[in-house]
């Protein structure tokens, strides 16, 4: 029991290490090289910083907890949301919530927390059905946070040339991306490994193994909310905001409407 808690310890380490030190430089230079708009940036960091849910949710799924995994995802988009208020007050940007594009974006985050919620109060969690609803959904709410921020947040056009130096810069940024993917998603399989031992010994339901790995497939998301918001801190702009709502709302689409799918349809082939 012990060499286990030891273990679940230094695994979060290496989650919150890799976060901070590997994706959040790697994402901040491809940025940097390609010009790219904050949302795009903030898209990018969702998806990256969602493997770990990715990974618990298709494990969950693979054994048979689907009821772990929509907890799992519950408690994410839950937790990405406070965290993301407690990194915008430290950076006092509470004035910049007050933009139209950003209230539409933390609406959609909301409802990304009432569907989860939803589906457990009906003990719906393993329907098949929700898989082409929750595609519609992503597309559609996808749509909307999009048209906001063009009426709302103008900002510069993404520049398509890249100076040819620039490319072996490129390429190993994204390598770098997908290295440090790769090693959150072998981490994030021998945490939730551990995390279920642990659960099982003690003998703890099937929803607070759930919520622990939401709160540890969180962590990666609370680094890049600080850093985005650090990054842009000299700015009298949205830029730092807007990277980081980006961020918050993306992962929560990833999170509910893709890997939660992914989950059901695993959970249908395997369980």
Same mark, same amino acid.
């Given at each position: ?9 230094i ?17 901040r ?12 940036v ?9 493997i ?13 907890? %689907? @009821?772990? *995994? ?7 988009? &839950?937790?990405? +949301? /406070?965290? $993301?208020? =407690? !990194? ?35 003990? %719906? @969690?393993? *329907? ?7 595609? &519609?959904?992503l +597309? /559609?709410? $996808?749509? =909307? !946070? ?12 993404e ?18 991306i ?29 929803f ?64």
């Amino acid at each position: 029991m012990f060499i286990e808690l030891i273990k679940f310890f230094i695994l979060s380490l290496l989650i919150v290490l890799i976060a901070k030190y590997v994706l959040v430089k790697v994402l901040r230079n491809l940025a940097q090289i390609l010009n790219l708009k904050p949302k795009t940036v903030g898209n990018i960091a969702g998806i990256a910083t969602s493997i770990p849910e990715l990974l618990t949710v298709s494990f969950s799924a693979f054994t048979g907890f %689907i @009821e772990t *995994s929509i907890f799992n995802i519950l408690s994410s988009n &839950i937790i990405n +949301l /406070f965290q $993301y208020l =407690i !990194s915008v007050f430290i950076n006092k940007n509470q004035s910049k919530l007050k933009n139209n594009a950003i209230k539409i974006d933390l609406f959609l985050v909301i409802i990304t927390i009432i569907i989860p919620i939803f589906i457990i109060i009906f003990n %719906i @969690e393993s *329907s098949f059905i929700l898989v082409p609803i929750f595609i &519609i959904l992503l +597309l /559609f709410f $996808y749509k =909307i !946070s999009a048209n906001a921020h063009k009426i709302y947040l103008e900002h510069e056009k993404e520049k398509k040339e890249v100076i040819n130096q620039q490319k072996k810069s490129i390429v190993l940024n994204i390598l770098g991306i997908i290295l440090s993917g790769v090693a959150l998603y072998y981490i994030g399989n021998l945490l939730s490994d551990t995390l279920k031992i642990l659960c099982i010994n003690l003998n703890v339901p099937e929803f607070i193994i759930g919520v622990l790995l939401g709160i540890i497939t969180s962590i990666p998301e609370l680094i890049t909310f600080f850093e985005s918001q650090k990054h842009h801190k000299k700015k009298e702009n949205h830029e730092g905001i807007v990277e980081t709502t980006s961020n918050l709302l993306f992962s929560n689409f990833i999170n509910l409407f893709i890997i939660q799918s992914l989950g059901i349809i695993i959970f249908y082939i395997f369980a």
